[in-house]
Structures are given as structure tokens and as C-alpha cells.
């Protein structure tokens, strides 16, 4: 079953002949420039669409790969906040059990300020 499909789905060259001739037949010698112009802006037309498409969705790619690379970077930079702000909470820490925090810092400088008054 398949065989005979295949078989009989392909045309040679005496099949192209008789169609081309009840084409010509059918739309006449005057017809057929006109029936191909119009297939042939058809065809342009159809390629214009599909590469404006193409263009559209590779804008989105760049878009969203602009996006997820600022967002990346957005990422990196609040870790690297994130870092500063437990290494000055770490010195912070390590002040006050010295007892060189920033508290002991400012009630020293009001010692110093009562003491020249």
C-alpha cells in the first residue's frame, strides 16, 4: 500500500508535460505571466513576513539575555553588599568586645568635650 503511494506521488517529466499543457488550456498564453507574477509577489511577500518574524523573536533573545545578564550582575553587586555588611558587623563586633566600639568611641569623645569646658 505504502509502495503504490510512493509510486504514484511522484511525477516524471511526461506528467509535468500534461499538466503544464491542460494549465495552458485552462488560463491561456495571455493569463500565465499574470498567474506567475502574482505567485511570485505572493512567495516574496511570504519571505518579507517570515524574516521580520525571525528579526522579532532574535530581538526578544538579545532582550531577555540583557535581562538575565543584569540581573546576574544586580545579584553579584547585593552578595558584595551583603559581604561589606558582615565584614563591618565582624569589626563592629570584635570593637566592642576590645571595647573599642563605635558607642565607647562617642562617650570617650563627650568625656573629652566635658573635660575641656
Partial sequence: MINEI????ILGGPELIVIAFIIL???GGK????LMR???KGIKEFKDVTNSTK???MKEINDNEVVSSVKETK???MKEIDDN????????TKGT???KSSFSKAKASDKQSKTKK
Fill in 25 to 27: 488550456i485552462l488560463f
Fill in 75 to 77: 545579584k553579584s553587586i
Fill in 6 to 9: 510512493i509510486v504514484l506521488g
Fill in 38 to 40: 502574482g505567485l511570485g
Fill in 55 to 57: 528579526e522579532t523573536i
Fill in 85 to 92: 555588611e558582615i565584614v563591618s558587623a565582624v569589626k563592629e
Fill in 97 to 99: 568586645i576590645t571595647g
Fill in 31 to 34: 493569463r500565465i505571466p499574470e
